[in-house]
């Protein structure tokens, strides 16, 4: 299941490679978050934006907000893990 979803990850990455160049460091990303084969390739062009930025050294920091789909919460939750996997690599969490 996950050489599968590596798979996939790829793919959308790859197809979204293919378009060329990325000019411009993004100051802000929106990407959808619904599941892989719903939203991956439309995700894939944001990242891709994401990536390459990073890659050439325009980013240092990167903050990702989502939504809580299953507990209620009245204020922001921080994760105590130290990285996160991501589709363009592993971050480190600097919360």
Do not use: M
């Not at 921080?78 to 991501?86: C, E, F, Q, R, S």
């Amino acid at each position: 299941r996950q050489d599968e979803l590596a798979t996939q990850l790829t793919g959308f990455l790859k197809k979204a490679g293919d378009a060329g160049e990325v000019t411009g460091t993004p100051r802000a990303i929106i990407a959808p978050h619904a599941g892989y084969s719903y939203s991956g390739p439309t995700a894939a062009w944001a990242y891709r934006h994401l990536k390459q930025a990073v890659e050439a050294g325009g980013i240092k920091r990167v903050l990702v907000l989502g939504p809580s789909h299953h507990v209620y919460l009245d204020s922001c939750a921080l994760p105590v893990a130290a990285y996160a996997d991501t589709p363009v690599g592993r971050l480190t969490i600097d919360a």
